[in-house]
């Protein structure tokens, strides 16, 4: 990873930031960086691993000699950029929604599907950052017992929705502090002191954007468009990590101690779950820390061949960044994405 010229397109961001904090911690001699964002960010500065870089405006001429670009911006950005990235020889990881659901383009989570990076044309996408912990806490369950359907609801943090969300509820927070709860109705993208069982826009079915997301992303991640997935994706006014109580149907019973010895031996996965000292992931706990985290696992009693787990996880690391970091490393892994410079591919 060290050797490789890496553009980060939306750096100023929520994402952006926490991939620069990865990179600094991860690859201690920094690969090279170009930082992008919109025109207004150009000639910003920000430091990473000690080193001072200038933040430049993203355009469809910024990726010469780039070998892999992460992209975590807006669908609009993406749709604008990926393709002159991959015009350019460069590979593009890409964190939004633009391309998820395309035939041509690998939805991963090295975990789990790690060798989709294979099939790649250029552009391969990270899911949904409450799609990726749950295929994360699925994946290990369903190899020995098909899951036949799950039942997800969220408890997603503002800072999915990007910096802008994080400021808003520190900034409401502060004006409602002394406010008497009896007097008011919640204003228009009240999270202070609320939660919000919308993200996304609304579709035909009912359904948000955000909840067809975790049903298709994660048919797709597992090969399993048999499976019957319902979400409901709710917003609550916590900074960093999704949580998400999840109920799933297997082919046979599925016992705990063995949902458990599973899921602990899952790359990735920390199972977190001792009611008699109650202890279990919680949002404050697990933000900064890169695997998922499972607790609450228990027979579903509603169904034989239930079981509920609550899930926990950074939307910003594995759900985002660290997720993108580790598609590049399986590349690298598997000889997929080499320097320019070495490997003669033309920029
Ligand atoms: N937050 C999460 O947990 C999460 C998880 C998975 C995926 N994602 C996806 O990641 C993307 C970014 O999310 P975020 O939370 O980091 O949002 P954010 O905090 O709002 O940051 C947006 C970034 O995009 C840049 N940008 C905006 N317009 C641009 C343009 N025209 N050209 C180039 N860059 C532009 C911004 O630059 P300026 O500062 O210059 O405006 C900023 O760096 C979204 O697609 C989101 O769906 C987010």
């Given at each position: 990873m060290q050797?490789l010229t890496i553009a980060v397109?939306?750096a100023t961001?929520?994402v952006g930031a926490e991939f620069l904090r990865i990179v600094e911690t991860r690859y201690p001699s920094l690969p090279n960086l170009k930082l992008?964002?919109?025109?207004?960010?150009?000639?910003?500065r920000i430091s990473v691993g000690g080193k001072e870089l200038?933040v430049?405006?993203?355009?469809?001429?910024?990726?010469?000699?780039?070998?892999?670009?992460f992209?975590?911006?807006?669908?609009?950005?993406?749709?604008?950029?990926?393709?002159?990235?991959?015009?350019?020889?460069?590979?593009?990881?890409?964190?939004?929604?633009?391309?998820?659901?395309?035939?041509?383009?690998?939805?991963?989570?090295?975990?789990?599907?790690?060798?989709?990076?294979?099939?790649?044309?250029?552009?391969?996408?990270?899911?949904?950052?409450?799609?990726?912990?749950?295929?994360?806490?699925?994946?290990?369950?369903?190899?020995?017992?098909?899951?036949?359907?799950?039942?997800?609801?969220?408890?997603?943090?503002?800072?999915?929705?990007?910096?802008?969300?994080?400021?808003?509820?520190?900034?409401?927070?502060?004006?409602?502090?002394?406010?008497?709860?009896?007097?008011?109705?919640?204003?228009?993208?009240?999270?202070?002191?609320?939660?919000?069982?919308?993200?996304?826009?609304?579709?035909?079915?009912?359904?948000?954007?955000?909840?067809?997301?975790?049903?298709?992303?994660?048919?797709?991640?597992?090969?399993?468009?048999?499976?019957?997935?319902?979400?409901?994706?709710?917003?609550?006014?916590?900074?960093?990590?999704?949580?998400?109580?999840?109920?799933?149907?297997?082919?046979?019973?599925?016992?705990?101690?063995?949902?458990?010895?599973?899921?602990?031996?899952?790359?990735?996965?920390?199972?977190?779950?001792?009611?008699?000292?109650?202890?279990?992931?919680?949002?404050?706990?697990?933000?900064g820390?890169d695997?998922?985290?499972?607790?609450?696992?228990?027979?579903?009693?509603?169904?034989?061949?239930?079981?509920?787990?609550?899930?926990?996880?950074?939307?910003l690391r594995?759900?985002?960044a660290l997720?993108s970091l580790q598609?590049a490393e399986?590349?690298?892994?598997?000889?997929?994405?080499?320097?320019?410079?070495?490997?003669?591919?033309?920029?």
């Amino acid at each position: 990873m060290q050797d490789l010229t890496i553009a980060v397109v939306g750096a100023t961001g929520a994402v952006g930031a926490e991939f620069l904090r990865i990179v600094e911690t991860r690859y201690p001699s920094l690969p090279n960086l170009k930082l992008l964002a919109s025109s207004r960010s150009a000639g910003k500065r920000i430091s990473v691993g000690g080193k001072e870089l200038v933040v430049e405006e993203a355009t469809e001429k910024s990726f010469d000699g780039v070998d892999v670009a992460f992209i975590s911006a807006s669908s609009e950005v993406s749709h604008r950029l990926a393709p002159a990235a991959v015009a350019a020889g460069t590979v593009v990881i890409d964190d939004g929604s633009a391309f998820r659901m395309e035939d041509t383009v690998p939805l991963v989570v090295p975990e789990v599907n790690g060798a989709d990076v294979e099939w790649h044309q250029g552009i391969i996408s990270i899911p949904n950052c409450s799609t990726t912990p749950l295929v994360m806490a699925a994946h290990p369950l369903h190899q020995v017992n098909p899951i036949k359907r799950i039942v997800a609801d969220t408890y997603q943090s503002v800072s999915g929705a990007g910096s802008g969300a994080m400021a808003d509820l520190r900034e409401q927070s502060e004006r409602l502090l002394d406010a008497d709860s009896n007097t008011s109705k919640s204003g228009k993208g009240q999270i202070a002191y609320n939660v919000i069982p919308q993200i996304d826009r609304f579709l035909d079915t009912g359904y948000t954007f955000e909840e067809q997301k975790m049903r298709q992303e994660s048919q797709k991640i597992l090969h399993a468009p048999e499976i019957r997935i319902s979400a409901t994706c709710v917003r609550v006014p916590v900074y960093i990590s999704h949580s998400a109580s999840v109920h799933i149907e297997f082919t046979e019973p599925m016992p705990v101690a063995q949902a458990r010895e599973l899921l602990s031996a899952m790359p990735g996965v920390t199972v977190l779950d001792d009611p008699e000292t109650g202890e279990y992931p919680m949002p404050w706990d697990v933000a900064g820390e890169d695997d998922v985290f499972v607790g609450r696992i228990r027979q579903d009693l509603s169904h034989p061949n239930g079981l509920v787990l609550w899930i926990v996880s950074d939307n910003l690391r594995k759900g985002a960044a660290l997720n993108s970091l580790q598609i590049a490393e399986e590349l690298v892994s598997r000889g997929r994405l080499k320097p320019k410079h070495t490997s003669g591919v033309t920029g």
